[in-house]
């Protein structure tokens, strides 16, 4: 160091902040990107015996078709999965119209919607 440089001040350790439980879980569902979210939702239903269909190409896909068609026993329930605070289309608006009134099962679900989403699957 030159003479007449001046010193550096010595750094300060830095703060660590810590989050709850939930703020955690916010912030995970927040970031969790909607392949992630179906996946998870995919490896659950699987665990409780549903067969599953999904469109892994979308550009083969009818518009707005819901992400997931699920079927186990007596019951056919279709899935649109989304990330936190997104909406869904027109046309996914028209097809959960469509196929509710067809007799099928409709559910949009987000992150924060797990618990419902295991609850429907269980």
Avoid at 91 to 120: F, K, R
């Amino acid at each position: 160091m030159f003479r007449n440089s001046p010193r550096r001040p010595k750094p300060r350790p830095q703060r660590q902040t810590v989050m709850t439980v939930e703020e955690y879980r916010a912030l995970v569902e927040r970031s969790m990107l909607e392949e992630d979210w179906m996946q998870q939702v995919i490896e659950y239903a699987r665990i409780k015996g549903w067969r599953h269909y999904h469109t892994y190409d979308a550009r083969h896909a009818v518009e707005g078709y819901p992400d997931l068609t699920l079927v186990r026993g007596h019951r056919l329930v279709f899935i649109e999965c989304k990330r936190e605070r997104e909406k869904p289309t027109i046309e996914q608006w028209n097809w959960a119209c469509d196929l509710q009134a067809a007799g099928g099962e409709v559910y949009l679900y987000h992150p924060h919607d797990v618990e419902d989403m295991e609850a429907v699957l269980a």
